[in-house]
């Protein structure tokens, strides 16, 4: 009896490497061939924003290394949340892909209503940049520093047009959060992307906006905005000798990230080729390179450490939103 209970044993245990050896081989080929065909990356912004500029850099190269194109769809409107249901909806196949942003966790709180639940709803699959956002005027606002925009606004309440790419957006809520810490008033001018908003700041229509690094640091070099400081901790090495606001405003600290999520439900094997994909991208120095230019770092991990970034995100902005008061039906 010993004997049969040892070969039983051994039977079983047999067994149960054979199924993990068939459930990693079913694993392998459900993604075998991903993608056969072309992937929709959807944006949900208008073109020339930060996160357009950055789905077109990666996209191009996961185009090139996967051998099937990533074509950016834009899709804006409803603070981002239009292309997030969007994705949200779409077939966990792998083939719709969401460009993950800011607002996607600062709109689990800013929005009442939302058809679907960031969180529960896209998976984490990778992430791809964090890079400061910027405190920038037209060259012809009186302010150069930002204790001198402290000291206007204090003396204009409610006469300073912010700008941002719209409701919801880390651009935005920069702004809510230099209002809620110095008891500054500015009058919010939300528009559909980083582009419109750029071209009424550089006309004059409005006074600042605190924009993603990547989308204005070209107007910046050419002389089109001043930079007034960074948003980050640290100054950026792409904007030499701008300071940062936590310099004037102790505490004061926020930044943008970027990275990919698919609908829940997406094969794991999917998620893990996509996620080498984009990691293997982000090793490679030219796109490095151009990512630095934008004043962007890495942001090289697993999706579990992506998953990790929304939700720490997602609850850094819910106190943020709260704190501010504002919200959008």
């Known amino acids: 009896m010993r004997v049969l209970g040892r070969f039983g044993s051994g039977m079983a245990a047999l067994a149960m490497v054979a199924s993990l050896v068939v459930g990693g081989t079913a694993l392998a080929d459900e993604a075998s061939d991903y993608p056969n065909r072309p992937v929709r990356w959807i944006v949900p912004y208008p073109p020339a924003g930060t996160t357009d500029i950055v789905a077109r850099i990666v996209g191009q190269y996961l185009s090139e290394a996967m051998g099937q194109q990533f074509v950016v769809e834009n899709k ?66 009186p302010a150069k520093t930002v204790a001198e925009f402290v000291a206007y606004a204090k003396a204009n309440p409610g006469k300073v047009n912010m700008a941002s790419s719209g409701h919801g957006t880390s651009v935005h809520l920069s702004g809510e959060m230099l209002m809620a810490m110095t008891g500054i008033k500015m009058t919010h001018v939300p528009y559909r992307g980083a582009g419109p908003a750029l071209t009424d700041l550089i006309g004059g229509t409005v006074d600042v906006i605190f924009d993603n690094l990547p989308s204005s640091i070209e107007h910046i070099r050419g002389g089109k905005l001043r930079a007034i400081a960074v948003t980050t901790e640290k100054p950026s090495d792409q904007l030499p000798g701008v300071p940062t606001v936590g310099e004037t405003v102790p505490g004061y600290e926020a930044s943008a990230w970027f990275g990919i999520g698919a609908p829940k439900g997406t094969p794991p094997a999917v998620i893990a080729k996509l996620n080498r994909a984009v990691n293997q991208a982000l090793a490679d120095p030219k796109l490095k390179a151009r990512l630095a230019e934008l004043g962007g770092a890495p942001m090289v991990g697993t999706p579990e450490d992506f998953g990790k970034v929304m939700k720490d995100e997602t609850e850094k902005w819910e106190k943020v939103v709260r704190f501010s008061g504002a919200s959008v039906d």
């Not at 892909?97 to 984490?124: E, H, M, Q, W």
């Open 76 to 141: 804006p409107g409803a603070g981002n949340n239009i292309g997030t249901e969007l994705v949200a909806n779409s077939a966990p196949d792998g083939y719709t892909l969401l460009l993950v942003n800011p607002a996607n966790g600062i709109n689990a709180t800013l929005y009442k209503k939302l058809s679907f639940d960031f969180l529960r709803d896209i998976a984490p699959v990778a992430g791809i940049v964090r890079v400061p956002n910027v405190m920038e005027v037209n060259p012809n606002f």
